[in-house]
Structures are given as C-alpha cells and as structure tokens.
C-alpha cells in the first residue's frame, strides 16, 4: 500500500534521511509545556524513538526517528498525555512567543494569552505557502517579530499624570528615543519621536506615567531562503478587535493573491506594497 506521505507531513511527520523513519514536530504554542506534556514526550521518545528530543529555533519541540509503523500508536498517546502534533507545508505554523508580561518585567503585553488566542483562530489554516506569526512583549523584540510573515510587538501609549510627578526626571534619562524633555514643571512628550516602548512608565517610581497595552505589527518578514525584515506601517493598536481584523485582512490578502508555494512577503511584492497597505490601513480604521 502507498504511504500519502503528504498527509503524515500535514501532520507534523517529516521525513528523516532513514528510510521510513520520521522527525515527528509537536504543536508547542508560545514555546509553552506543562511538565506533564514534558513526561509524555519523553516516553514517547524512550519508546517510540532512540531516546533524544530536538528544540526547533521556533521553539517546538521534535521526537526524530518515529517509525512508519509506530505512527498511529504514537499519535494515540501524544493525545492521551495531551500533547498534539503540529502542522509542517502550507498551513499557518505554530505560534511562538516570548514570556511577556506575565513573567518579564519589560514585558508590555500577555503574550502566552495573545498566542494560544491567536492559535486557536489561524493554526493549521491552508494557505498558498507556510505563514509564521511570532509574538514577542517589548521593544527588546527576544522573539524577534520582525523575522515573521506577521509579526506582534507589545507597546504601551502612555499619559503622563502631573499631580503624581515629581519632575526627578528619571523617565527622560529612560527614554532612548529622546521623546521626553522637560520645560518648566511639564514633561513634554515628542509623539513623532515616540516608539511606544513604555520605559518611561515602567521605571517612574511615582507613577506618574499610566501605560495601556497595545500592539505594534510588522508584515512579510521572512528568515530562510529569502531574508527580509517585516514592515510596520501603521499606529499602536490599542484592541484585540482591531488586531484581527488586521490580521484577517492580512491572511485574506495573502490567500487571494499568492501563487502556489510563494511566500507571503513575495506575494506583496509582486502584487505591490501600495495595494497591500491601503487594505491593512481600511481594516485599521475599521
């Protein structure tokens, strides 16, 4: 009987140089195991295959030398130890992200939250060619957004509040971007300047900067054959409503107009950059 090898990739089973043998790629949502999850795995790859698991650069994690033979058992107590297999071709991978909020202390955003979000409405979707989102907390930008077809950055808009302000002027020694300046007894804040990192109300010992979470994108990076840097273009989001009907767009953009095994960043520049950001920038505006 012949074996669909593109439906066992569609699984996550990737061919290994070894005849009938399988690299089998795990669904690791924002880099995210429970030690649980961790156990099974390591069962599964004592039992099934020689003993060693790999740590993917997306954060995922691969059992190597999964036999053809073993495949559905295999499948069966992943999914009892609640631990899926994840997507390899043309689908939307896995969604990584750094720690965020919930555990950094840079971090603008709840990443891990965003992520499983994210997943559970993009994950395994078919399209033209593989789609990478990558979610990363802060300006330090550790998960490195800008290397995704799309790419979340977390940011805050800040107000500063006078009457908590004690004009010591450590937010203006905080800002990299020289945004902030004192005149008088007001703290000024240049918006062009502004990167939305959110330094100054992180290290304000009086509270005197209120931050809200918001969300920076970048489009059509890509890391591979191709090496290109996602693009920002438009404002700080400040809602998850408006941050998929984005991506929606984005997505939608990407299915209409791409050929076959072309990457996102190549259908936009062959359709043109023009096209694409005039339909982001509606779907901004809602």
């Not at 053809?68 to 043309?90: F, I, Q, R, Y």
């Not at 970048?218 to 941050?243: V, W, Y």
Request: proline share 3%.
């Amino acid at each position: 009987m012949a074996v669909n090898y593109k439906a066992l990739k569609d699984e996550g089973f990737m061919r290994q140089v070894q005849q009938d043998n399988f690299s089998l790629r795990l669904k690791v949502v924002g880099g995210n195991l429970s030690s649980e999850q961790l156990l099974t795995i390591s069962e599964i790859s004592k039992k099934y295959g020689d003993g060693h698991v790999h740590l993917t650069s997306r954060q995922s994690v691969e059992i190597p030398f999964i036999k053809l033979e073993d495949v559905e058992a295999v499948k069966k107590e992943l999914e009892a130890g609640g631990v899926n297999t994840s997507v390899c071709g043309p689908h939307v991978r896995t969604v990584t992200a750094c720690q965020g909020s919930r555990v950094c202390p840079s971090g603008c955003i709840d990443t891990y939250a965003l992520a499983l979000e994210v997943s559970d409405r993009y994950f395994g979707r078919v399209l033209p060619h593989k789609f990478k989102i990558g979610i990363t907390g802060c300006r330090n930008n550790c998960l490195k957004a800008e290397e995704n077809d799309f790419g979340v950055k977390g940011g805050l808009t800040v107000e500063w509040i006078p009457n908590a302000c004690t004009l010591c002027g450590v937010c203006i020694k905080a800002c990299r971007e020289g945004a902030l300046t004192q005149s008088g007894s007001e703290i000024l804040r240049d918006v062009d300047k502004c990167s939305n990192c959110g330094r100054c109300a992180k290290v304000c010992p009086f509270h005197a900067w209120k931050g809200n979470p918001g969300y920076l994108l970048t489009f059509g990076g890509t890391f591979g054959n191709m090496i290109a840097k996602g693009e920002q273009f438009i404002p700080i989001i400040r809602d998850k409503e408006t941050l998929f009907r984005v991506a929606d767009t984005a997505l939608a953009f990407f299915e209409k107009h791409a050929r076959p095994g072309e990457r996102f960043r190549g259908a936009i520049n062959r359709v043109g950059w023009d096209s694409f950001k005039s339909e982001i920038e509606a779907a901004y505006k809602g």
